[in-house]
């Protein structure tokens, strides 16, 4: 009865994850600012961190099933 949740969970955070990397590698291709008024390396530092870390969470949670 708990994998649903675990299932969806994960679902979420690798979804939410992988978009997030693809988003910042696109804007960082373009040459686009990730963050309006940051420094390009650190905001891009912060995003690719942010969705390797939901991407992972996504993953672990995957294995909890």
């Known amino acids: ?7 969806f969970v994960g679902t979420v955070f690798a ?3 992988g978009a ?3 988003w910042t590698v696109v804007r960082l291709r ?6 309006v008024g940051v420094n390009r390396v650190a905001s891009a530092t912060v995003a ?7 991407l992972a ?3 672990w949670c995957f294995t909890r099933v």
């Open 48 to 54: 690719s961190v942010a969705g390797a870390g939901a």
């Open 15 to 17: 979804l939410f994850g």
């Open 57 to 59: 969470l996504g993953m």
């Open 1 to 7: 009865m708990e994998s649903g949740p675990a299932i």
């Open 30 to 35: 373009q040459g686009e600012p990730i963050a």
């Open 20 to 22: 997030l990397l693809a």
